[in-house]
């Protein structure tokens, strides 16, 4: 028995030890510090859950270390033979009824929230000119290992980088164009799965005090294995104040062609109009229709925080990512589209896609 | 009286079971299939924990893991736990219910081949241009997108292997409803043969919708059909509910005979009854039924809408009740008991926690809206490693110590299997236990590896440390199993000394006719109760009389073994291979000329007549 | 319990000879069973079918309310229930002993079958002509799965009480075939009342639109 409690004690301290190594996660990517209404509502029916369950871990714990530690066969009453009990049937009572009050419990908060967190009402709200009444929709596209994100009343497309407004609710519109991906900020609130066949619609709150704790970035994951890459289908989430978001919009709006600024630049604009124009733009108002953007919008990309979604944003990833894609994210679609490019081809046409700025 | 028997030698051995129809012998055979295939899903198991034991590692390539991965679990499902559960199953329950052999013994031995080239044929796809990589599941959308064969692989050797366990559903069907001994009621079976009895059950309703699942991809992949084309008018969430109506129940078809085989040792070790033996039949029976209303519960993000999912939510969180129920009846069974900590013991009384962590987290995972968290995260790959680990991996390893002399006339050494026992424990908790949290912590699953600075890298550390300690564990365990057969120490009727039902009446292993008298069984734990009046034998129910024995046959192998040959026909022919084509006819050749010689002749078995057991009692086993 | 190999006569031939003996009422017994797994099999299949119908591309592919005709699938159906109805025959006459009548009766089930069969075939044919293929779109792909699992069920049950019909021929009716002939009509029977299901669900439904 001192052998067992003492191994039980190992596993313990060896979990203890690395919760508190790790507390609860990365505050940008963890589910235990929700920074929105969804995933504070889901926090709260985790907790109640737990809650719930550790009553019925307690008892059954309780009950289990009496029986062990009490009806052990000893040297003493080896040949003994304990009465035959058939059953109880007031216990049998107890321990189904309890079970199913504990459940209702449960069960009640579990449906009025599967509703709350699916009501899209107000997404559906249109106006004349077909725009949605009084709230952000963004249309999210899932493709081979990258995202796109469209806000169809605002008529700007950004791709990898999400950017929304603080303390206010953004709708959602998930499909895929592939194969099933699944849309998850995990800081925010639950995924949400983007079919091949039609859409799916919810909706997700971002809080402005939580933002602040990450400097306005959350990570966000797909979470339905999809091929090679899956494990880097990544994106971030920029959040803003409804103000600066207001500036965002229109500064995307008003991105018209992008002018290369120095020569390398301008050899970098003639190579990505020869070879990448065909799936990649570079304006946030693409009117090609959705079959046709085949590749990430590149309006804003010197203002993205990653390349490809996972690499540090600075000109070496890039060359890295343009010299040998497959290399970086085995399996996207990139890989052999265009010719290879040579050492300096590679500077040009870094420089270029690094001036994709805003602010210019 | 068949000649097979004595012959003698490693040749004969082999051709007997290759054409053995025994219940005892297939059981041996799923045994050693099955822990073949539970080796190799296990060595699969390490390779995916030693490439996320460290952020960015590149131990193997994105395709690679993604192969390994979906042959985890698989392998896991399909070719370990449900052949060893059927190896458990062949071995106990016609001796459980007093029966000289299955209902159908010709379509056991067909059941076990089925499987056994459906699983070869699958492990296969590593040897040819890779395995199946769209994980277990195989989502639609993801299979079709899927370049290399082996998908294909996967579902051509499911549904071989798919064919066979169906059968051997039936089979146990049937024999559980027609070949009890005298006095059997259905409320006087052990609770492993109502748990097998229902099992049986959810194997033939549930495994049809897998079969028209994989046919459905079949016919796109190979046939170029369109179920899951969505530009032809397909629909991918079609594949999803299919292998989850499937799916779930496939989830109880392995819990209960864990189960059952627990309410079997509880007893028997706590001395005791089994506490409240008729709820926990009626408990069986309801999570059986329920199994089948809550597949959806795995879809719950797929957009099916609240009411859907706050449906499917509740029925998931009722099928806590009669789980409870069982939970509580296992501890009253040792409340008051004289409880001995034999191996199995061990395994059984460490699986009430283990079990009951997993089960509370199948609730929290059953709150549907909370569920969008959880959902393909870690999370999730915590609670059904703590279901399936912690409830049917222990009971098989519980059932391997238990029925071992049983089944082999040996016992396994308890020293070894106490040590397997303890490093299996600390190696399952240190690895799954973990997992939780990275779920929690925005770990999706199935990602072949991952980024630095997201908080998972001491997690992640921990959890492969504790796989190589089940990987420990189990080298001992096969350790002991050679140790224990070259030692060779032969035991008796009873080696556990508190066996309480009818196979421990009876020699180790038994003869292959079982019972030389049909028993009279007078009551639940028939041979306890004839031990309490001081006797150590059955009372008979017929008197001495001829038996009548079904033929070996080799033809379960031939069919099989068409079926096997007939899927690399098929599987090729897409290439347009000129050979393929002419291979799929040969392979579906064999398969119905063995079909056809089965019925055009006649199999009548043979009789062991009286005066046979009169010379046996001189000297020697038959 | 009487023994496979028995000979018997119409005196001794007992009342219910399908289920005799133990092999006997294992068979039975196992065959319902299956028969259940079948169920749940095309049970899987409507509702494979419900959700692709009219699942088409684009507006080029013909859907339910084009294709089907009441004539052609009419006839059909009452081929089949006039089949499992000589199928009962069969069945009366192999219980009172009379295995000549039995085997008649058994000939013209096949026979009502096969004619089932020749119909499908001319059918589907007429659809692939009308561009409905088992590749032209999903619903093409459901139609013929469904349909099609049916027909090559009728198939199969055709060979299968023929090869008994020939084997059979020369040694009459005992315990061991007795039952084979039994579930063999069973099988037909089943056959039929999924024939029913789809003649429902896919072609009253579909003709209705």
């Not at chain 1, 107000?122 to 009444?133: I, L, R, V, Y």
């Not at chain 1, 990653?306 to 990139?334: C, F, S, T, Y």
């Not at chain 2, 097998?196 to 994989?214: D, E, Q, R």
Request: hydrophobic fraction near 50%; charged fraction near 15%.
């Amino acid at each position: 028995m001192r052998k067992r409690l003492h191994k039980w004690r190992l596993i313990s301290i060896f979990a203890i030890l690395a919760l508190a190594l790790s507390g609860c996660g990365e505050p940008f990517l963890s589910t235990l510090t929700p920074a929105g209404e969804v995933a504070k509502k889901q926090y709260d029916l985790m907790i109640l859950s737990t809650v719930i369950m550790v009553l019925v871990i307690i008892v059954v714990t309780v009950i289990f270390i009496y029986v062990i530690a009490r009806f052990r066969r000893t040297k003493k009453n080896e040949n003994s033979i304990p009465r035959q009990v058939e059953g109880n049937h007031k216990l049998e009572i107890i321990w189904t009824v309890i079970p199913i009050l504990l459940l209702l419990v449960l069960a009640v908060p579990t449906v009025s929230y599967t509703f709350q967190l699916a009501d899209v009402s107000p997404m559906k709200q249109k106006d004349k000119d077909g725009k949605t009444k009084d709230a952000l929709v963004v249309n999210v596209r899932a493709n081979l290992y990258w995202w796109e994100f469209e806000y169809p009343d605002l008529g700007i497309i950004t791709s990898q980088d999400l950017f929304v407004p603080t303390d206010k609710k953004v709708y959602f519109n998930v499909k895929s164009s592939d194969v099933k991906h699944s849309f998850w900020i995990p800081a925010v609130g639950g995924k949400t799965d983007t079919n091949p066949e039609g859409e799916n619609q919810f909706w997700l709150e971002f809080d402005s005090k939580g933002s602040e704790k990450v400097q306005n970035q959350f990570y966000g994951k797909c979470a339905e294995l999809c091929g090679p890459s899956h494990a880097y289908m990544d994106f971030k989430v920029q959040t803003l104040s409804q103000d600066d978001f207001n500036q965002w919009t229109q500064d995307m709006k008003n991105l018209k062609k992008p002018a290369a600024v120095g020569d390398l630049a301008k050899e970098g604009e003639e190579i990505y109009n020869k070879s990448c124009i065909g799936c990649h733009a570079n304006t946030a108002n693409d009117a090609r229709p959705e079959k046709a953007r085949t590749a990430p919008n590149l309006a804003n990309f010197g203002d993205r925080t990653r390349i490809a979604g996972i690499l540090e944003h600075n000109e070496e990833n890039l060359r890295k990512w343009l010299q040998d894609p497959e290399k970086v994210k085995p399996g996207n679609l990139m890989t052999g589209k265009y010719q290879k490019l040579d050492d300096h081809e590679l500077d040009a046409l870094t420089a270029y896609l690094m001036g994709l700025k805003l602010e210019q | 009286m068949s000649t097979y028997a004595h012959k003698k030698g490693f040749g004969a051995t082999i051709w007997d079971y290759l054409t053995t129809v025994d219940h005892k012998k297939i059981g041996i055979l799923y045994l050693m299939a099955g822990g073949f295939f539970f080796l190799v899903g296990g060595l699969e198991a390490l390779f995916i924990r030693v490439q996320l034991a460290v952020p960015n590692n590149d131990f193997v390539s994105a395709g690679l893991y993604n192969e390994i991965l979906t042959m985890h679990g698989t392998t896991m499902i399909f070719l370990a736990a449900m052949p060893l559960i059927f190896a458990f199953m062949n071995a106990a329950v016609p001796l459980q219910i007093g029966a000289r052999d299955v209902a159908f013994p010709f379509l056991n031995s067909l059941g076990f081949w089925l499987f056994f080239f459906g699983g070869v044929f699958l492990n296969c796809s590593w040897f040819l241009g890779g395995a199946p990589d769209a994980g277990w599941t195989s989502y639609a959308s993801l299979t079709m997108e899927a370049h290399t064969h082996g998908v294909d692989f996967y579902i051509l050797g499911l549904q071989i292997s798919g064919i066979g366990t169906l059968i051997g559903g039936i089979n146990f069907l049937v024999t559980i409803v027609n070949m009890r001994a005298p006095g059997m009621t259905y409320m006087r079976m052990p609770l492993f043969t109502w748990s097998s009895f229902v099992t049986s059950a959810l194997i033939l309703f549930a495994f049809p919708a897998l079969t028209v699942g994989l046919f459905l991809l079949m016919f796109d992949r190979l046939f170029g059909a369109n179920f899951f084309d969505v530009a032809a008018g397909g629909n991918t969430i079609i594949w999803e509910h299919l292998f989850w109506i499937f799916g779930h129940p496939e989830v109880y078809i392995l819990i209960l005979p864990a189960f059952g085989i627990f309410s079997e040792i509880f007893a028997t070790f706590s001395r005791k009854r089994l506490f409240g033996y008729s709820s926990m039949v009626f408990a069986t029976v309801l999570i059986g039924f329920l199994g089948f209303m809550v597949w959806a519960h795995h879809m719950f993000t797929v957009g099916m809408g609240p009411i859907a999912n706050a449906i499917f939510a509740v029925a998931t969180m009722a099928i806590a009740v009669p789980t409870g129920i069982k939970i509580f009846n296992w501890l009253f069974t040792m409340w008051g008991g004289n409880i001995k900590f034999t191996t199995p013991m061990l395994y059984a009384v460490a699986f009430i926690p283990s079990f009951v962590a997993g089960g509370v987290t199948g609730i929290m995972n059953a709150v549907a809206a909370a569920d969008y968290q959880y959902h393909d995260s870690y999370f999730v790959v915590a609670h059904f490693h703590y279901v399936i680990v912690g409830g049917v991996v222990l009971a098989l390893l519980a059932g391997t110590h238990y029925y071992w002399p049983k089944m082999f006339g040996t016992l396994l050494n308890e020293t070894l299997g106490k040590i397997t026992f303890w490093l299996f424990l600390i190696g399952f908790h240190l690895t799954f236990f973990i997992q939780h949290f990275l779920g929690l912590m925005g770990m999706p699953r199935r990602v072949f590896t991952y980024l630095p600075n997201q908080g998972w890298e001491t997690g992640n550390l921990i959890s492969s440390i504790g796989a190589f300690f089940m990987g420990i564990a189990v080298i001992i365990l096969l350790i002991n199993v050679v140790m224990t057969q070259v030692k060779n120490v032969r035991v008796g009727n009873d080696p556990w000394g508190d066996g309480r039902s009818l196979e421990w009446a009876i020699p180790s292993p038994p003869p292959f006719y079982n019972f030389k008298q049909l028993p009279l069984v007078r009551g639940l734990d028939p041979f306890w109760i004839e031990k309490m009046e001081g006797k150590t034998e059955m009372t008979p129910a017929e008197p001495l009389g001829d038996i009548h024995m079904p033929n070996p046959s080799f033809l379960p192998v031939t069919i099989s073994f068409g079926l096997f040959v007939a899927a690399f026909g098929a599987l090729y022919h897409v290439d347009g291979k000129d050979w393929a084509l002419p291979v799929l006819f040969v392979g579906m050749g064999i398969t119905l000329i063995s079909m056809l010689l089965r019925s055009v002749k006649d199999d009548h078995g043979f009789h062991i007549h009286k005066e046979d057991f009169e010379n046996e009692d001189k000297g020697g086993r038959a | 319990m009487a023994s496979v190999q028995e000979k018997f006569t119409e005196m001794t031939w007992p009342s219910s000879p399908e289920k005799a003996t133990l092999e006997a009422k294992n068979k039975f017994l196992g065959f319902w069973f299956f028969l259940g797994g079948e169920t749940v099999l095309f049970g899987s299949l409507f509702a494979t079918y419900l959700a692709l119908k009219d699942k088409v591309p684009d507006s080029s592919h013909p859907l339910a309310k084009d294709l089907y005709s009441m004539d052609l699938t009419f006839a059909a159906t009452m081929l089949l229930l006039t089949s499992s109805l000589t199928s009962v025959y069969a069945m009366y006459h192999m219980k009172n002993f009379n295995f000549q009548r039995m085997q008649a009766w058994l000939l013209i089930t096949v026979l009502l079958g096969a004619a089932f069969l020749g119909l499908e075939i001319y059918e589907f044919n007429h659809y692939v002509h009308e561009g409905h293929k088992f590749t032209s779109s999903a619903f093409g792909s459901a139609f013929y799965s469904l349909v099609g699992f049916h027909g090559g069920h009728v198939a199969f049950g055709l060979l299968w009480i023929l090869s008994l019909m020939v084997r059979n021929a020369k040694r009459g009716l005992d315990l061991y075939n007795a039952p084979k002939f039994y579930v063999a009509s069973l099988y037909w029977h089943f056959i039929d009342v999924v024939w029913v299901f789809i003649f429902t669900v896919v072609y009253l439904m579909g003709m209705v639109g």
